[in-house]
Structure formats: structure tokens, C-alpha cells
């Protein structure tokens, strides 16, 4: 089965950039989502088909994809993005009719 | 604003079968190519898929777990449905259902969740 790697834990200060990736075998050939979970709260959408925000999304929130790794970027960190981060694909690859893909989760830590 | 909806029981037994329903409004389950679809977390973990389903029965199902689900759906209620077989403690999560778009022959991203329902499978 197709396996996504997330690192478990980025810190950053306020106003940085955070960097969160997500890993996989030639994931530049898939459409990569991205999704924000706070706290006791279901997850958000905030980057899909790689690079688009849905409308509401801030301009801060980006996403590459290229090779084996897929980036969530999010520009000029503030303390409300601090929460966990779960790429997401589908995978048809294997011997069967298809499969969701979750990374395991990066915390993000604004410092 | 589509609006998702979990509901069922909050404990169940080990070995038993948990069923729980999502009720959508705000737009109708079967008025477009939608999926509709279950994802859990166990507490302190990651996500999970379980499956999808569109409003003509056709499914999806996570292999790890397609020998213990099934999922349905009811159009007249705006319904779909989750039983999840066999149960024990390592399915205790919480129970998310969420809305997803197709992608050619396949799934897509999530759009709109529901606020997930706690299951603990505990004697």
C-alpha cells in the first residue's frame, strides 16, 4: 500500500515561514490535499489539488508538489495556525479498485 | 451551508457491530456526483479512511478494513450509513463523515466534515 511521511513536529516563530512535507514514491504524479486540525475540532481543508485554496483559505497557506515530496508552505506564521497538519491522496496504484491516503499528522508549534 | 451530522451510539461492546448514521443538510446526498465518506482517528493518532459512498451505491473501501464494513446510503432520508463489524478496543476513535468529489476514476479531496462522534469499544 502507498505510505505518506510527514515529519511529526515543525516549530516557528511568529511571522516565519513553516515548511511541512509530506513524502512519498513519486507523489508529483498525484494530487495532493492538505487539511488543518485544531484541537477537539474535525479537519479543515486548506490546500487542495496541490496548490489551490479553497475560498476563506488565507493567501499564506501554499502548496508544491514535485518528485517525491509534496509541501504544505504557510507564510508569516501566526499563533491561530498552530495545529496539526495531515496531507492526503488517492492511490490506484496497487492491485486494487483504489485507496485514501493520510499522512501520519505534522504539529506545527509556533513558538 | 452543507451541513454534516454523526449520531449513534457512543459505547459499544467488544465483538459487536457499531452502526452510525450521518444526516446531510443543506443540499441533497444524491443531487450530484458527490461521494460521501467515513474517516476516523483513534484518540491522539492520525486519520483514517474507512470508505466512501455515492448517492447510487457505489463504493469504496479502505482494504485494511473492507472485511468488517459496510457502507449504505438512504436518499429519502439524506442518509448514509457506517456498520463497522467485529469490534475491538483498536477501534475506539472518533467517527468523522465528510463529503468528498470523484476525480476521474477515482476519489478526491474532502470538503465538508462533519464535527465526529466518539466510539469507544469497551466491555
Known amino acids: 500500500s502507498y505510505v505518506l511521511t510527514q515529519p511529526p513536529s515543525v516549530s516557528v516563530a511568529p511571522g516565519k515561514t513553516a515548511r511541512i512535507t509530506c513524502g512519498g514514491n513519486?507523489?508529483?504524479?498525484?494530487?495532493v490535499h492538505w487539511y488543518q486540525q485544531k484541537p477537539g475540532q474535525a479537519p479543515v481543508l486548506v490546500v487542495y489539488?496541490?496548490?489551490d485554496r479553497p475560498s476563506g483559505i488565507p493567501e499564506r497557506f501554499s502548496g508544491s508538489n514535485s518528485g517525491n515530496t509534496a509541501t504544505l508552505t504557510i507564510s508569516r506564521v501566526e499563533a491561530g495556525d498552530e495545529a496539526d497538519y495531515y496531507c492526503?491522496?488517492?492511490?490506484?496504484?496497487?492491485?486494487?479498485?483504489?485507496?485514501?491516503?493520510f499522512g501520519g499528522g505534522t504539529k506545527l508549534t509556533v513558538l | 451551508q452543507l451541513q454534516l451530522q454523526e449520531s449513534g451510539p457512543g459505547l459499544v461492546k467488544p465483538s459487536e457491530t457499531l452502526s452510525l448514521t450521518c444526516t446531510v443538510s443543506?443540499?441533497?446526498?444524491?443531487?450530484?456526483?458527490?461521494?460521501w465518506g467515513w474517516i476516523r482517528q483513534p484518540p491522539g493518532k492520525g486519520l483514517e479512511w474507512i470508505g466512501s459512498?455515492?448517492?447510487?451505491?457505489?463504493?469504496y473501501y479502505n482494504p485494511s478494513l473492507k472485511s468488517r464494513v459496510t457502507i449504505s446510503v438512504d436518499t429519502s432520508k439524506n442518509q448514509f450509513s457506517l456498520r463497522l463489524s467485529s469490534l475491538t478496543a483498536a477501534d475506539t476513535a472518533v467517527y468523522y463523515c465528510?463529503?468528498?468529489?470523484?476525480?476521474?476514476?477515482?476519489?478526491?479531496?474532502?470538503?465538508?466534515w462533519g464535527q465526529g462522534t466518539l466510539v469507544t469499544v469497551s466491555s
Open positions: 465528510a463529503r468528498q468529489l470523484p476525480y476521474g476514476s477515482g476519489l478526491y479531496y474532502f470538503d465538508y
Open positions: 492526503q491522496v488517492w492511490d490506484s496504484s496497487s492491485d486494487h479498485p483504489g485507496d485514501v491516503v
Open positions: 489539488d496541490d496548490s
Open positions: 459512498i455515492h448517492y447510487s451505491g457505489s463504493t
Open positions: 443543506g443540499g441533497s446526498i444524491s443531487s450530484s456526483s458527490y461521494f
Open positions: 513519486n507523489i508529483g504524479s498525484k494530487s
